[in-house]
């Protein structure tokens, strides 16, 4: 019956749509890049940098998706992290160890993000 409730409304909102990617390859990306600074979920509960946010903090918030889907492009990212096909936001060399993603990758993060429970 929900399902066409859903279907006759048009199905789900956008902001609602699941993640195309897979949360465990996500979670195996995350720490391996992200988990240096981050605290991953329970990978590493008492890893990260303390002035960095965890992966659960940010999850709380209401704009998480579209702080991860431009994470890039935020600082301190840019001189670190590139994404496959897409422009440098800055020609400044990296003062941490950089790495390539692909927009894939991304998308696997993000569902990976998504099934994490927020810190509160
Ligand atoms: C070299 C350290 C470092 C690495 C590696 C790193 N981050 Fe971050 N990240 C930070 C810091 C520091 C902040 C907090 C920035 C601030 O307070 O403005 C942050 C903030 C964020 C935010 C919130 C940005 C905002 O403006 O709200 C997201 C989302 C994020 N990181 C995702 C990731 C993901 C995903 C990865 C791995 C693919 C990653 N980060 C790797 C240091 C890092």
């Known amino acids: 019956m929900l399902i066409v409730a859903l279907l006759l409304a048009g ?3 956008p902001q609602m749509a699941q993640a195309a990617g897979d949360p465990e390859k996500g979670r195996a990306i995350a720490i391996e890049h992200c988990a240096r ?3 991953v979920g329970d990978h590493n509960p008492m890893g990260g940098i303390g002035s960095t946010p965890s992966f659960q903090v940010l999850r ?3 704009d998480w998706r579209d702080r991860f889907e431009s994470f890039y492009a935020r600082r301190p ?3 670190h992290v590139r994404i ?3 422009p440098s936001f800055t020609q400044l060399p990296p003062n941490a160890a950089p790495f390539t993603l692909t927009l ?3 998308d696997h993060i993000l569902a990976l993000v998504e ?3 927020p810190a509160w």
Do not use: E, I
Request: aromatic share 0%; charged share 10%; with cysteine.
């Open 11 to 13: 199905g789900p909102a």
């Open 37 to 39: 600074c981050h605290v």
């Open 60 to 62: 709380t918030m209401k």
């Open 77 to 79: 990212h840019p001189v």
């Open 84 to 86: 496959a096909g897409l």
């Open 104 to 106: 894939g990758d991304l």
């Open 115 to 117: 099934g994490m429970a």
